[in-house]
Nanobody, 123 residues
Framework: QVQLVESGGGLVQAGDSLRLSCAAS????????MGWFRQAPGKEREFVAT????????GYADSVKGRFTISRDNAKNTVYLQMNSLKPEDTAVYYC????????????????WGQGTQVTVSS
């Protein structure tokens, strides 16, 4: 079992940056690959980024590639999502997730989810 708590969301203007954090507790953090997903109002949850247990491998949705960076600090049991050049279409609730199986681009690949943090980007 692992508990995930996201933080760092907020209201920003287009072009601004935000860094989301997801703190994990419970089982050993470095046994999980991690991911970030987001869900905008009226839309399905979508994949944003994923990172391997060691942090050596990452993956991104095309819509955020080159603007967002996922990273992790296993000593702090935390995964981050650095979001630069934010756009209004990035507005969503952002969720972090933990996977016992490895990196995945699909929500079904994750065992545990946080409660989410709201990111709103105004134009």
């Amino acid at each position: 079992q692992v508990q995930l708590v996201e933080s760092g969301g907020g209201l920003v203007q287009a072009g601004d940056s935000l860094r989301l954090s997801c703190a994990a507790s419970g089982r050993t953090f470095n046994t999980f690959a991690m991911g970030w997903f987001r869900q905008a109002p009226g839309k399905e949850r979508e994949f944003v980024a994923t990172i391997s247990r060691s942090g050596g491998n990452t993956g991104y949705a095309d819509s955020v590639k080159g603007r967002f960076t996922i990273s992790r600090d296993n000593a702090k049991n935390t995964v981050y999502l650095q979001m630069n050049s934010l756009k209004p279409e990035d507005t969503a609730v952002y969720y972090c997730a933990a996977s016992e199986y490895g990196r995945s681009w699909y929500s079904s690949g994750y065992n545990y989810w946080g409660q989410g943090t709201q990111v709103t980007v105004s134009s």
